[in-house]
């Protein structure tokens, strides 16, 4: 049997009941496979950020389906989306918000905790995630003695810890110089390499670039570009 699609969205609608009454996304169909990496790009207010909550089950669907890796979502009550969240997704911000008075170690540590690794696993993981992102020298550093590309690679090293079957990025190098966010793309490309399938919303275009695919949202609707 073939694998079904990370991410399928069908026919999906949000709206914001008014007034006024808002579509921020109408009608999407989107289908993403294992190891896909997709950017997403659009002007302000075109739908990212919703679509970027509905793919990472933070909101749901007025209308529509919404199947992550093959289960039927949009269904799911609030404790159930949860779960599923903990388990299959990660999520990378434009802020890094990493806990200022805990070391990088302990800030992966936590996420390890929320998202239901055994406690036997959990040094033994973050150590790993540290190391993925090349900051095995830094795990016991504080958040405020690293650079802007250190942190968000923490961030990065704390969204993959649980193994998640999605990365969901929104603006991830907003707050970085070309440099750094050049180290934050490479360090995209290897993850999408060991089998990360990858979302990426940025306005950049040269952080769009990077995707294998990317698509265009404008007034609520998709068009896709490359
Ligand atoms: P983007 O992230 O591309 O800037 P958003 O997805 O945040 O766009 O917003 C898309 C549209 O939906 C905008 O018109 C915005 O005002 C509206 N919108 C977003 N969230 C809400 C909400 N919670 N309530 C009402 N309108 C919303
Ligand atoms: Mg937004």
């Not at 200022?100 to 170690?105: A, K």
């Not at 190098?173 to 290897?190: H, I, K, Q």
Request: overall charge negative; proline content about 5%.
């Amino acid at each position: 049997m073939s694998r079904p699609p990370v991410v399928d969205l069908i026919d999906v609608t949000r709206s914001f009941t008014g007034p006024p009454e808002v579509q921020a996304l109408k009608s999407i169909n989107l289908r993403v496979e294992k190891q896909d990496y997709l950017s997403i790009v659009g002007p302000s207010g075109s739908g990212k950020s919703t679509m970027l909550n509905i793919l990472g089950l933070l909101d749901r669907p007025s209308v529509g389906e919404y199947y992550l890796d093959g289960a039927l979502t949009s269904l799911a009550g609030e404790a159930e989306r949860a779960a599923l969240r903990g388990g299959k997704i990660g999520f990378v911000f434009q802020a890094f918000h990493l806990m200022p008075h805990r070391s990088v170690l302990d800030n992966v540590l936590l996420a390890t905790v929320y998202s239901g690794v055994p406690r036997a696993d959990r040094e033994r993981r973050a150590r790993a995630a540290l190391h993925r992102v090349h900051l095995d020298h830094r795990i016991d550093f504080l958040p405020g003695t690293l650079s802007g590309g250190e942190r968000q690679r923490v961030a990065v090293a704390r969204a993959v810890v649980a193994s998640p079957q999605l990365l969901l990025a929104d603006e991830p190098t907003g707050n970085l110089d070309a440099t750094t966010s050049g180290e934050v793309m490479d360090l995209f490309e290897e993850l999408n390499a060991d089998g990360l399938t990858l979302i990426v919303i940025t306005h950049d275009k040269a952080v769009a670039d990077r995707a294998g695919r990317t698509i265009s949202i404008a007034d609520g609707r998709v068009s896709e570009t490359t």
